[in-house]
């Protein structure tokens, strides 16, 4: 499984970005993909995700703010992200977990909410 992410950007607090992420390769066997973010000096949390039927699980920090969808045509999720803080400032990574329990993870994208 191959994970393309993109979207990430600079924004000003309370401003919007969205964060796509395409899969490519056995995505088949996909249950679950989500967004991940890790700050400097932090470890890399959960920051929502969506399983095959639509099921979606969010970080207390960002609920009401963000939202994840996926198209299951074009295999891609994407995480909407409005209100936007400093404190969520990350890089974010796109993950898909299989049935079998293997993880695969994309390349970071920066997000960082500046003035």
């Known amino acids: 499984v191959q994970l393309q992410a993109s979207g990430g950007g600079l924004v000003q607090p309370g401003g919007s970005l969205r964060l796509s992420c395409a899969a490519s390769?056995?995505?088949?066997?996909?249950?679950?993909m989500g967004w991940y973010r890790q700050a400097p000096g932090k470890q890399r949390d959960l920051v929502a995700d969506?399983?095959?039927?639509?099921?979606?699980n969010y970080a207390d920090s960002v609920k009401g703010r963000f939202t994840i969808s996926r198209d299951a045509a074009k295999n891609t999720v994407y995480l909407h992200m409005n209100n936007l803080k400093p404190e969520d400032t990350a890089v974010y990574y796109c993950?898909?977990?299989?049935?079998?329990?293997?993880?695969?993870w994309g390349q970071g994208t920066q997000v960082t909410v500046s003035s």
């Open positions: 993950n898909a977990r299989l049935a079998t329990m293997n993880s695969y």
């Open positions: 390769g056995y995505i088949f066997s996909i249950v679950v």
């Open positions: 969506i399983t095959t039927d639509s099921s979606t």
